[in-house]
């Protein structure tokens, strides 16, 4: 869906802002961009677009070469959030988001209609916040508004640039989860960049680890986090990155042992059930608030499959490691 092949980006000072890039992202996927500041994460995001152009090298848009389109009508079919939001301020949130319907030349009515509906979504009820002005609201709620209106025009891409650096970080974990749910259902083609690591690992499908101008790691979170490509990302996803791992690494079958047979009377202080492919994480807190030292793991109907253990979740780790 979005194809870089050899780009390079040197600015008119001489900076090389990116140097020789070729990644590819699937329809419907989404890819965080981590580095550190200044590492041509920004850069790469706005050839996508167009706000910036290749020095040389091709970027594609659902397979067709965007030097030879026109920037208007290339961003139509791109949404676009950035950190400061960039609403109008004298524009109500309805009208906010309804930008680009309006701009593409939808009845007003027909834009307004789209609006709350896509308001609702990203959790704004648009009776209460509609009619609201930007300086009216959290800064959370300003940033869901941003996602609404990038989403308003349907559009198949979404360029996200540090999308939630602007917030606290307990509300920034719940934009991330709210923006988890939502793209579960609109499977939007995404590039999100952050330069934090905690977040392109939640977020991402896969990650791409800048370095300068250059990714070194394109992976999966969990196979970035178990294998570090080199000892730049290694050193850039910590020292905690098994830990880290815990967050990216399902519950399966193969790392349970089997279910004890019932002592009468054994279910004492046992933690609630959870079901296969809850993360190791959330497995390991329950384990580690009781004292049994087991966790009974359930599957698709709902039945017990197998007990996850302390050793169980090694297992799993070391499993993860060696994909
Ligand atoms: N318009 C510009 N002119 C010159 N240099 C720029 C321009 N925009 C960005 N740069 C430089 O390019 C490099 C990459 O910047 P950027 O893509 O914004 O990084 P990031 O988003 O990873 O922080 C930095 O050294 C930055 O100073
Ligand atoms: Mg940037």
Known sequence: MIRFEHVTKRYADGTTAVDDLSFEVAEGELVTLVGPSGCGKTTTMMMVNR????????VLVDGEDISGVDPVALRRKIGYVIQ?????????VLDNTATV????????AAARARAAELLDLVGLDP?????RYPAQLSGGQRQRVGVARALAADPPVLLMDE???????VVRERLQNEFLALQATVRK???????????AVRMGDRMAVYGQGRIEQFDAPATVL??????Y?????????????????????????????EKPGGTDGAPDPVPLGTSLKDALAALLQHDTGRLTVTGDDGRPVGVLTPEGVHRALRRATVE
Request: proline share 12%; net charge negative; no cysteine.
């Open 84 to 92: 400061q939001v960039g609403l109008f301020p004298h524009r109500t």
């Open 51 to 58: 706000l910036v152009e290749p020095t040389s090298g091709r």
């Open 189 to 199: 083609t995404v590039l999100l960049v952050t330069h934090d690591i905690e977040e």
């Open 163 to 169: 999308p939630f650096g602007a917030v606290d970080p």
């Open 226 to 231: 178990g294998s570090p490509a080199t000892p």
């Open 101 to 108: 319907p309006a701009l593409l030349g939808w009845k007003k």
């Open 233 to 261: 990302v290694a050193d850039f996803v910590g020292s905690d990155r098994g830990l880290k791992r815990l967050a990216v690494t399902p519950v399966t079958e193969a790392d349970l042992d089997p279910v004890p047979l």
């Open 127 to 131: 009776a209460t916040y509609g009619s």
